[in-house]
């Protein structure tokens, strides 16, 4: 049961683990993160772009104001640059080919910012020499004008303005190149001089100077910015985020992919729901056809429980009516074994004397014979008329009469005879009242009993099964009568005599002792037959269980007796040993518990 | 009755009750040679020194049953007519005095006298009639003369014949017969030998055929075979009809063939010396058969016509 709960659970636990998984790697992609990346991104490429743009302004106007610009600039490029590199917008530890080429970025704008740094401090020293320069050109200018020949001073006059011009050009020009329209200048004013004076050649000389560190200044500064904007700050930024645009079309590819396998998933759990949704509603719907019979059950339940307790019962009363058949004709089959035995007993005196009487009449007729041929011989004799022959005649007829029923013999016989035939009637009359006894029909059901009486009258029933056999030791407490049925009683007895001399196979002893006892009697019933099994003594008062072949017991028996016995509120107990005997013991209270109403209607009936 | 030999006759009369035995005393003294013992022990002692014709016992004895000394005494002195005399036996008694005391007459107590005295005559007669002859032919008993005689089965049920046919096998002759009249019919076809009949057929007691075939024929033995064992009925097949045997279904095959092998032993003995019958003479019936109608009497008197063909055989 619980291996049958706890499977499905694993199950599901699985099943949700994955689906969570799955979702997990679906939602690794964070477009919004995306975007602030790009933004940043972005951002820093515009802040290089402003900064590239203004120190290439820086040179085109040293305005003091743009310097603090720069800072500012320079300051949001650090935090942007910050942001690239760690924090929530970070870029690094994305995957290798991005963080190499983050590093290069951010190697190259530091190296950019050290450039920027150094362009800056060098800047302002270039451009006062250059101011100082330019300034110190017309001076020089105009000396040189001044130390060169008249003749001259109308040709260098616009050579000089065109210096001027070309040098203004070159310094305002973000990349000139004029100077060497500068250097043919200086060597056209130098040329166009033969023989220079000494303070035209010395003011050729400083303007020479003047302009010589003009362009030099001027090609440092253009070297620098270019150096400046020549790292490859933008490539290398566009690279960064190709680089992690790259990254992110594998997260969101590799996401797509498990969206699709999310997607299979869920298809294939809702396959499962579905199957289980099915098999759901096809168990409820068996759920529900059970349900229905069970309410059909329901309804006919009360049906069928009245119709099994109408069988029931009925059976019941078929089983009480063969159950009192069945006692009935254990009853009988007793009452015919006493019978067989009673018939018997009477049979044989009944015998006898019918027999005796038959003799004494036949024996009767002969004497009568004798009386009468005697009398006739007396009359003769006393008689005058009768002649000597006729009186001799009669004489020796009596005589032969006489002798041939020899009257002293027969006389002796007939008292025999008649006093056997006596005896015979006695012994019938005996057995009659102990029959009489025995059934007590003319006694009312419950009656003062004396069980000694009651013992004697069963044993004398039960004589023909015990005589010559069996030896009957009686020994008799002096007891109180008790109610009970006298008729009950006695059946108890029968049986259990019976029972006692069936035990014991050829010669035995039955001893029968009888006490009283605080409020009743005790009778034991003790026989040193062949004794009974444990299982078997167990068994005995069973109703139908009989040691017996089949048909000759009924097993009703003992069921009979303990019924009789507990109906009179009284015990039975039996001990036994094999081959040494059996006993009973009897325990019968001096009253009965209750009147038993039904039972004196036939008592009264039978008064 | 005694005429027919110089010395009286000698009965054995045996019961527990003294008084019985003083009565027979009275009884009997005057005609015969009286023994008795007051038990079966005491009456073998006598048999064993003392000869008899008759023996009357009583059933119910402590120590021995009266079946048991008639049964030990049949060995002891088998000439000697038995006769069971007793105040109320059931049913299994009955069939052990038929069976094993192969007894003359079952007495019930009370007895009248004059029956009784008849009833001792006959037996004695039959003693006398049978006395030389018994001892020499008991075991001589030769080939049986012409085709072996038909064992007879009565009874409602066809199988049963079947079934004794099986059970003693071709050697024999079995005839089936479901009445009384088809009976009779093969009777007087067949020679015959045993008759095995239940108790009643088409609801008829079989008892009057079965006495008049012994009255008429005495050499026919009968043998009864039933479930429905009455000890009344027993008596009086045993009175009335010298039943030789008295066997119960269900048919138990060896007891059958033992029961027929010496039923028809039997009935050589008795065709061969036909001294033997008055051994195995028959109350005369005291009522005739209750449903006496014309049938029966048909039947009865073409039974003792039968007496011409059993003559020849």
């Not at chain 1, 910012?113 to 330019?134: C, I, K, S, Y």
């Not at chain 1, 200044?217 to 904007?229: A, G, P, Q, R, V």
């Not at chain 1, 294939?268 to 409820?284: E, T």
Request: glycine share 6%.
């Amino acid at each position: 049961m619980k291996f049958k709960l706890l499977l499905p659970a694993i199950a599901a636990v699985i099943a949700i683990g994955i689906l969570g998984f799955l979702l997990k790697m679906t939602q690794s992609v964070d477009s919004n993160l995306h975007r602030a990346r790009l933004e940043n991104i972005r951002a820093v490429d515009n802040l290089d772009i402003e900064l590239n743009r203004m120190f290439t302004q820086t040179r085109a106007s040293s305005l003091a104001g743009s310097a603090a610009d720069r800072t500012k600039i320079t300051q949001r490029l650090g935090k942007d640059l910050d942001a690239l590199d760690k924090g929530p917008t970070a870029l690094r530890g994305l995957n290798k080919d991005l963080d190499k080429k983050l590093d290069q970025f951010l190697d190259t704008i530091e190296a950019k910012f050290e450039l920027g740094f150094d362009f800056e401090a060098r800047n302002t020293l270039l451009n006062q020499g250059l101011v100082n320069n330019m300034d110190a050109v017309p001076f020089n200018s105009d000396a040189v004008l001044a130390a060169a020949p008249a003749a001259k001073q109308e040709m260098l006059k616009p050579l000089i303005m065109q210096l001027k011009t070309e040098l203004l050009t070159l310094s305002v020009t973000p990349a000139p190149n004029n100077a060497g329209t500068i250097r043919d200048l200086i060597s056209q004013m130098k040329a166009g001089t033969e023989a220079p004076s000494e303070a035209f050649t010395a003011a050729m000389e400083s303007l020479n100077g003047n302009c010589e560190e003009i362009i030099q200044d001027k090609t440092e500064m253009l070297d620098k910015l270019s150096s400046f904007l020549g790292r490859p700050t933008g490539a290398q930024l566009q690279a960064v985020e190709q680089a992690y645009t790259a990254w992110y079309q594998g997260e969101v590819a590799n996401a797509n992919q498990y969206r699709v396998i999310l997607v299979g998933y869920a298809a294939l759990l809702l396959l499962i729901l579905a199957w289980l949704g099915i098999r759901l509603r096809r168990s409820y719907g068996e759920l529900d056809k059970a349900n229905g019979k069970l309410v059909d059950a329901n309804e006919h339940l009360e049906d069928q429980v009245e119709a099994r307790t109408k069988d029931l019962s009925s059976a019941l009363s078929d089983l009480r009516n063969s159950q009192a058949q069945l006692i009935q004709s254990e009853k009988m089959a007793s009452l015919g074994q006493m019978v067989a035995g009673v018939a018997h007993e009477i049979n044989t005196p009944l015998g006898y004397a019918r027999s005796n009487a038959s003799i004494v009449r036949t024996t009767l007729a002969d004497i009568r014979d004798l009386c009468s041929a005697q009398d006739r011989a007396l009359t003769l004799m006393t008689s005058a008329d009768a002649s000597d022959e006729e009186v001799a005649n009669a004489l020796s007829d009596a005589d032969e009469r006489r002798q041939l029923v020899n009257p002293t013999e027969v006389m002796g016989d007939l008292d025999n005879l008649l006093e056997d035939t006596d005896h015979g009637l006695v012994q019938i009359a005996d057995l009659v009242s102990s029959l009489k006894d025995f059934s007590r029909v003319d006694r009312s059901r419950n009656d003062q009993f004396r069980v000694n009486d009651g013992i004697d009258t069963a044993l004398k029933i039960c004589q023909n099964q015990l005589k010559n056999r069996v030896e009957v030791i009686r020994q008799f407490g002096d007891l109180p009568e008790i109610e009970c049925s006298p008729s009950k009683l006695n059946q108890v007895f029968l049986n259990l005599f019976t029972n006692a001399a069936q035990a014991i196979s050829d010669t035995g002893k039955i001893f029968v002792h009888t006490s009283a006892e605080q409020n009743g009697v005790s009778i034991r019933i003790i026989d040193n037959g062949c004794g009974m099994t444990d299982e078997v003594r167990q068994r005995i008062f069973e109703p139908f269980y009989t040691t017996k072949p089949v048909g000759k017991g009924t097993g009703l028996g003992l069921s009979i007796v303990f019924r009789i016995i507990e109906e009179h509120g009284g015990t039975i107990d039996v001990h036994s040993v094999v081959g040494k005997g059996s006993e009973f013991t009897i325990r019968l209270p001096l009253k009965q518990q209750r009147p038993a109403d039904n039972e004196t209607a036939p008592s009264l009936a039978a008064a | 009755m005694t005429a027919s030999t110089t010395a009286k006759a000698r009965i054995l009369f045996v019961d527990d009750e003294p008084r019985i035995l003083t009565t027979m005393r009275m009884l009997f003294r005057s005609q015969y040679e009286v023994f008795f013992a007051e038990s079966g022990q005491k009456a073998l002692d006598l048999l064993k020194v003392q000869a008899v014709d008759v023996i009357v016992s009583d059933q119910r004895m402590p120590g021995m049953t009266g079946i048991e000394l008639l049964r030990t005494a049949r060995d002891l002195n088998p000439n000697a007519m038995r006769i069971l005399l007793t105040g109320y036996s059931d049913l299994n008694a009955i069939i052990g005095s038929i069976n094993e005391g192969e007894i003359f007459r079952f007495v019930n107590k009370p007895w009248s006298n004059e029956d009784l005295s008849v009833t001792v005559a006959r037996a004695v007669a039959a003693a006398r009639t049978s006395a030389a002859l018994s001892a020499a032919t008991a075991d001589n008993i030769g080939a049986p003369a012409g085709p072996q005689p038909g064992v007879l089965v009565l009874d409602d049920d066809p199988s049963v014949p079947t079934k004794v046919q099986s059970i003693l096998g071709s050697d024999y002759r079995v005839f089936g017969a479901t009445t009384m009249e088809e009976a009779v019919n093969l009777m007087e076809r067949e020679r015959i030998g045993v008759v095995l009949s239940d108790t009643r057929v088409q609801d008829h007691p079989v008892i009057s055929l079965i006495g008049t075939l012994k009255q008429h024929h005495p050499e026919l033995v009968s043998v009864i075979l039933t479930d429905r064992a009455d000890a009344g009925q027993a008596i009086e097949l045993i009175n009335q009809g010298q039943i030789y045997r008295f066997i119960t279904k269900p048919i138990h095959d060896n007891q059958c063939k033992i029961t027929v092998n010496s039923a028809l032993k039997q009935h050589e003995r008795l065709s061969q010396n036909p001294e033997l019958h008055k051994r195995y003479e028959v109350e005369a019936t005291t009522t005739p058969p209750p449903t006496a109608t014309t049938g029966t009497g048909k039947f009865l008197d073409r039974i003792r016509s039968l007496r011409s063909w059993v003559k020849r055989a």
